[in-house]
């Protein structure tokens, strides 16, 4: 069956009865195929598609998405099915409508990642009902009620032996990285109030659309867990693409401050050794910088 067919079986199977009419690849698919579908009603889909063998990828999405959308805080596509068409794995989910953002879109993108992480979360602790990737580097979210510990073992401890056991990082480069994991508990607190992380929120995955005819910022591609709320401020910080007025909504909205400056070190940290797992050895010095900074 090919990709086309597979889709047209999707969308009947999600209980659209209109046919696709037009079918267009969008950019960003660096994982996946994604792609625009029209149907002859003027509905509006995104169906990401890979190999039968990524659906468990698919399905890691959704609940990440579906996670984002049970709090009623961040505008995310709603997820319509994830199923295997045909020997091709499909997350079929509905079109956001692009719409150039204002400055009250970001201020409001702040207050909204603060009400997110705000949002009770189901059990005390920090992890995630399953384990998920960060691109596709596997993202252990096994339950821990200590924040250093799950960071310790889940996080930083989790990138840095993936990178040393496949030679992305040198010896002294490890222990040196070894020596922050020992030190988390001066670094980042132990017990923060557990918050819903997207989790990968970088420019790409924070898209200006329309929601309820306002301008406002949606999220896509989550790699969700429970955390500390800055996690995710740290990589939006990271690489750049988020105005000022948003980070101050943010602040603002938020009780928590205390060392924010080495939290988010520590956070980004976590993202630029997975970088490293993904890309190469040409993010360890980024990753050393961050470990100097720590006192590395």
């Known amino acids: 069956m090919s990709a086309n067919d597979a889709l047209e079986l999707v969308v009947r199977s999600a209980g659209l009865d209109s046919p696709v009419t037009a079918a267009r690849d969008l950019s960003g698919g660096c994982i996946h195929r994604v792609t625009h ?30 996670a984002l959308a049970g709090t009623d805080t961040v505008l995310v596509p709603e997820v319509l ?32 990642l603060a009400a997110l992480h705000a949002a009770p979360a189901p059990r005390a602790g920090y992890g995630f009902d399953a384990d998920n990737h960060l691109g596709t580097t596997p993202q252990p979210n096994g339950w821990d009620d200590d924040w250093t510990r799950f960071n310790a073992e889940h996080r930083l401890g989790h990138q840095m032996t993936m990178a040393a056991q496949r030679g992305l990082l040198h010896a002294h480069e490890a222990q040196r990285i070894a020596g922050v994991i020992g030190r988390l508990d001066t670094l980042i607190p132990q017990r923060p109030p557990p918050a819903l992380l997207h989790g990968d929120l970088w420019s790409g995955n924070a ?19 429970y955390g500390d ?56 010095g980024q990753a050393m910088e961050l470990v100097r900074g720590l006192g590395g």
């Open 207 to 225: 898209l200006p659309a329309a929601g309820a005819g306002d301008p406002r910022i949606a999220v896509i591609d989550p790699a969700c867990s």
């Open 81 to 112: 099915t994830v199923t295997d068409a045909g020997g091709t794995a499909v997350l079929l989910m509905t079109a956001l409508e692009p719409r150039p953002p204002t400055d009250e879109t970001w201020r409001r993108f702040g207050d909204e």
């Open 229 to 284: 709320g800055w996690a995710d401020i740290a990589m939006m910080k990271l690489f750049g693409g988020f105005p000022r007025r948003c980070f101050d909504a943010y602040a603002g909205a938020v009780r928590d401050h205390d060392g924010i400056e080495q939290r988010i070190a520590v956070y980004q940290l976590y993202h630029v050794l997975n970088h490293v797992n993904l890309f190469g050895r040409g993010y360890a």
């Open 37 to 66: 579908l029209t149907l002859a009603d003027g509905t509006q889909l995104v169906a990401k598609t890979n190999r039968a063998d990524r659906l468990a990828l698919f399905r890691e999405e959704a609940a990440g998405l579906r």
